[in-house]
């Protein structure tokens, strides 16, 4: 299992995204009730206000947002540090922190809970969404073919070590630092590598793992969802366990070589990696 301190990352957030959809596309918002709070970007309850009448067409995802899009008008949700999305039946009580309610014609509702409040929750007219901030600054899909060339671009142009520029949410949207370290053990590189040291050949390898290390995640999530998955929950439902290789295991046995894997910091966030492994 992910610690309990995890971030909703790329993979979580696409396994939200899956778990809504068949709930919301199609279906007609009859009423909002949103609760005036200060979020990184904070609801609006006049903004919400535009979002009643909306017929939910689909849910796109851009990195970590996700985008319940109607023809005039859509929703750019992110859970932050512990957002959580969820629809529930309105006789489910409401867990606290629950700061904006969606009523649907479905009779059921969309629940968004952010305790930690790291999360945002804003209406924007659909034409516009490519230009809204944060959108707009937002980099490449790492699950698109486009990546790889992205990732080597940046890399040439900066010695930040390359654990942070897969941080950089303008180079590659939607990679944390669960996923981060777990592509760079997959690569067999070391995170406090300059990025700019780095051949082509290994930052190819790199994107591949960055790719594959987020499709594992996201097909792990897929199978908690059979099982029912957690937009029917009241929203403890946590994130679906993952087979890490580095992260959170620090003095644990490298799967690889049996050798220990090491914690660092660096720039104030951990980094894990196997020194045999990783170069
Ligand atoms: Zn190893």
Not at 119 to 133: D, E, F, M
Not at 221 to 246: I, N, Q, R, S
């Amino acid at each position: 299992m992910l610690p309990s301190v995890a971030v909703p990352e790329l993979p979580e957030v696409e396994t939200v995204r899956r778990s809504l959809l068949p709930h919301l596309e199609g279906r007609r918002v009859v009423g909002v009730e949103a609760r005036r709070v200060r979020l990184r970007q904070g609801i609006e309850p006049d903004e919400w206000r535009a979002f009643e009448g909306v017929v939910v067409r689909t849910i796109l995802r851009r990195g970590k947002y996700l985008a319940v899009t109607g023809d005039e008008v859509s929703a750019v949700l992110h859970l932050g540090m512990s957002g959580r999305l969820a629809v529930a039946d309105p006789r489910q009580p409401h867990a606290a922190h629950t700061h904006l309610v969606v009523h649907l014609d479905s009779g059921r509702e969309l629940r968004f809970v952010d305790p930690r409040r790291f999360g945002s929750a804003v209406v924007r007219p659909t034409r516009t969404l490519p230009l809204v901030p944060p959108l707009a600054s937002l980099g490449a899909e790492p699950l698109d073919d486009a990546a790889g060339g992205v990732l080597r671009d940046a890399a040439g142009r900066t010695r930040v070590a390359i654990r942070n520029l897969l941080l950089d949410q303008t180079v590659l949207a939607g990679v944390g630092n669960i996923y981060a370290n777990e592509a760079l053990a997959r690569a067999g590189i070391h995170p406090g590598r300059p990025a700019n040291r780095l051949s082509r050949r290994r930052l190819d390898r790199l994107a591949w793992a960055v790719r594959e290390t987020l499709e594992d995640a996201i097909a792990a999530g897929g199978t908690t969802l059979e099982d029912g998955g957690f937009a029917d929950a009241t929203g403890e439902a946590g994130y679906f366990a993952v087979d890490l290789a580095v992260y959170g295991r620090d003095d644990a046995p490298c799967r690889g070589c049996g050798r220990a894997i090491r914690r660092f910091v660096l720039t104030g966030r951990s980094a894990y990696f196997c020194p045999h492994c990783q170069r």
